[in-house]
């Protein structure tokens, strides 16, 4: 089944109600002993998860035949302000809640905290559309000045140095930033922060935080202005670059390619975030490492549930969903449709006790 029939399938379902053109998919394989809820669960959030979404909504609702999942692609910051205001069960975000947004949603999990679920672990890519060039190396400086708009042209020295058999034209640089509050930004501009020094001098922010050369709304968008444009460079989640060149970014001494497999390094080489619970898993990650052979602009996206819902019913919802989203059968399918980088028996493990430790008050 193609990314762009999953993704029609899920804006059926959160768009209209109706699911018949998830029933008539190709079925997505989920596991034999996979807990099936009848009625409906909603969320809300992150695009950069989109496609990964529609996945696991197609695989869960064709083996549960009496179960309706909707999924509203508002971007992370919607997202965890809708579950935060208890407009739905679960949030899809690329930045962990802020120690304001924890308080807040103590409240609404009447009196627990809000825990991360880190269910989709994938690369950002730095995507770009320059007339008779197709493949680009980019120091983090290089990328920090081109995204502060400093760096104008493509045949500036700091793109020409790392691209020497490259044939860069006299044409101005367009880059394209979020024009919504993003994760993917917040987790971008973490990465600019952390590896680019004085070349960024912005803190991290899921607000891009300079007037834009131009702006779009999601990853979708940015993906769609970059390539219809010329001379044009953004970020997006990796699945919504497919077919479009994508930059190697400086390294320590090498440049290096994204794939889920670089990705994964990052992440597995990252700590915990300080301050969670037993059962949170938001990670603080190293955005600034010069490890060889990693893809240091990772994005993690988080499922975000209540240790504690008023409604057993919600328990049931939210519980089986998730134990589907971090399950093998669940990671692979995103991993094969998206990219992304399968999670580790071992944090599966440790997740899967996080949501049985969801319950009711």
């Known amino acids: 089944m193609s990314t762009a029939a999953l993704v029609g399938a899920l804006t059926l379902t959160a768009g209209c109600g109706s699911d018949n053109a998830v029933r ?3 079925p997505v394989p989920v596991p034999a002993d996979l807990e099936c809820v009848p009625g409906t669960l909603s969320g809300a959030g992150s695009s950069a998860q989109e496609n990964a979404m529609a996945v696991w909504i197609a695989g869960y609702q064709v083996a549960c ?21 208890g407009a739905v069960a679960f949030a899809g975000t690329d930045a962990a ?37 197709d493949s680009l190396n980019l120091t983090p400086q290089a990328i920090a000045g081109i995204f502060n708009q400093e760096i104008t042209h493509w045949d500036d020295p700091a793109i020409a140095e790392a691209n020497p058999e490259a044939d860069l034209p006299h044409t101005p640089i367009i880059p394209v930033n979020r024009s919504d509050e993003s994760g993917t930004t917040e987790n971008f501009t973490s ?85 969670g619970g037993e059962y949170d898993h938001a990670i603080e990650l190293d955005y600034g490492t010069t490890e060889s ?16 819902y008023d409604n057993p019913d919600t328990v049931e919802h939210v519980t089986a969903f998730l134990d589907y989203v971090i399950s093998e059968e669940g990671q692979q399918a995103a991993s094969g449709e ?20 969801i319950d009711s008050v």
């Open 24 to 26: 008539g998919a190709d």
């Open 65 to 85: 035949q009496d179960s309706l999942i909707f999924y509203d692609v508002i971007g992370s910051g919607g997202g965890r302000s809708q579950f935060i205001d």
């Open 97 to 133: 809640l802020d120690p304001a947004e924890q308080e807040a949603a103590r409240e609404r999990c009447n009196g627990t905290e809000a825990i991360h679920i880190p269910a989709y672990v994938v690369p950002i890519a730095v995507v770009f559309h320059l007339e008779g060039v």
């Open 191 to 275: 990465y600019l922060a952390a590896a680019a020094g004085d070349a960024w001098p912005h803190e991290p922010s899921g607000q891009w935080p300079l007037p834009p050369e131009e702006a779009a709304q999601g990853n979708s968008g940015v993906a769609e202005a970059v390539e219809g444009g010329n001379g044009t460079i953004g970020y997006v989640e990796a699945s919504h670059a497919e077919g479009m060149p994508t930059v190697r970014v400086g390294v320590g001494e090498e440049f290096v390619e994204m794939s889920p497999d670089a990705a994964a390094g990052v992440v597995a080489d990252s700590p915990k975030r300080e301050g």
């Open 293 to 308: 052979g990693s893809y240091p602009i990772v994005l993690i996206s988080y499922e975000v549930a209540c240790l504690a």
């Open 338 to 357: 998206t990219g992304s980088a399968p999670l580790s028996p071992e944090l599966r493990e440790e997740l899967s006790r996080s949501v049985e430790a």
